[in-house]
């Protein structure tokens, strides 16, 4: 399970950014094209953070949807899965815009 990785790097920040302080709030976010699963990080957000500043840490996930852009046709589209072809014309030339986000955008600490 890689979440536990991933997860643990996401701990390690948050810790690393409290000096010292007790964690309150953790907000990540988590695109739909990583590969990585809200549940199972939330899952392992409580084991990585027993008996750390971040014990009592709510966690909030927000997930941020695939958005491609043709280089062909120059169409933005929503992006269910990577390598998807472009609705408008066909092609495989797309760009992610978005969905491939996983990182802390709020740490909220005890003052
Ligand atoms: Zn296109």
């Given at each position: 399970?890689?979440?536990?990785?991933?997860?643990?790097?996401i701990v390690?920040?948050c810790?690393q950014h409290?000096?010292?302080?007790?964690?309150?709030?953790?907000?990540?976010?988590?695109?739909d094209?990583s590969?990585?699963v809200p549940?199972?990080?939330?899952?392992?957000?409580?084991?990585c953070?027993?008996?750390?500043?971040?014990?009592e840490a709510r966690?909030?996930?927000r997930?941020?949807?695939g958005?491609g852009?043709?280089?062909?046709c120059?169409t933005?589209?929503?992006?269910?899965?990577?390598?998807?072809p472009?609705?408008?014309?066909?092609?495989?030339?797309l760009?992610?815009?978005?969905g491939?986000?996983?990182?802390v955008?709020e740490?909220?600490i005890?003052?």
């Open positions: 399970m890689h979440e536990m990785a991933i997860t643990q790097g390690d920040i810790l409290a000096h010292d302080k007790q964690i309150r709030q953790v907000v990540i976010e988590i695109g094209l590969g990585v549940e199972a990080v939330t899952f392992c957000f409580s084991a953070t027993v008996d750390t500043l971040a014990a966690l909030e996930i997930q941020v949807s958005l852009q043709c280089l062909d120059g933005e589209q929503p992006l269910e899965r990577l390598y998807d472009c609705r408008q014309c066909g092609s495989y030339a760009r992610l815009l978005k491939e986000e996983l990182r955008v740490l909220e005890d003052d």
